[in-house]
């Protein structure tokens, strides 16, 4: 069975490293809206790296923790809430990992929480999303992806290699 979180989740990471190389060839002041595009994605590769958790996690448990919004506060409270009670996580460095997810994850939080800022550019009250021209630095956002997807990378093999977990295994095939 494949692991679906998990599959979205590597493909908006090579869409964003493809994304990226593109823009930093480019060498050429980017546009506001590439940068609404480029942060909505890293945003969402945050919102999917936790959905893959808690449905590994749901998996371990035999549990549907999974949230099926785009609340990013709610979904790293969550997550934190079932990883810290994850025993074979305690003696593994996830807490560094966590802290610099948690970092950029509150740094969509104050500007994104509920994944419409960089996707609208309007409000429902028809109010400017975020002002349009904003400065973004490109190699603090390549730093901010980097760090997200390495830190993700140190959970979720853990989750992976539970007997329990049969997402993304030949297990359930």
């Avoid at 785009?70 to 996830?94: A, R």
């Avoid at 509150?106 to 309007?122: A, C, G, H, M, Q």
């Avoid at 975020?130 to 993700?152: C, D, K, Y």
């Avoid at 290699?161 to 030949?170: I, P, Q, T, Y």
Wanted: proline share 3%; with cysteine.
């Amino acid at each position: 069975m494949l692991d679906p979180w998990g599959y979205y989740y590597e493909g908006y990471c090579e869409f964003i490293e493809a994304s990226l190389n593109t823009l930093i060839n480019k060498q050429e002041r980017l546009h506001s809206a590439s940068m609404y595009a480029l942060l909505f994605n890293v945003r969402h590769v945050i919102e999917l790296g936790l959905k893959d958790i808690l449905a590994q996690l749901g998996e371990i448990q035999n549990n549907d923790l999974l949230i099926f919004n785009h609340d990013l506060k709610q979904l790293m409270n969550t997550t934190h809430k079932f990883l810290q009670s994850y025993e074979p996580l305690s003696g593994s460095p996830w807490k560094s990992s966590w802290a610099l997810i948690d970092k950029h994850a509150n740094f969509f939080i104050e500007i994104d929480v509920n994944s419409f800022t960089f996707r609208y550019p309007l409000t429902k009250n028809n109010m400017p999303s975020m002002e349009h021209n904003f400065e973004v630095n490109l190699q603090a956002i390549v730093s901010m992806f980097h760090e997200i997807r390495a830190s993700f990378i140190k959970i979720t093999p853990i989750l992976m290699a539970d007997e329990r977990n049969f997402l993304g295994s030949k297990k359930n095939a």
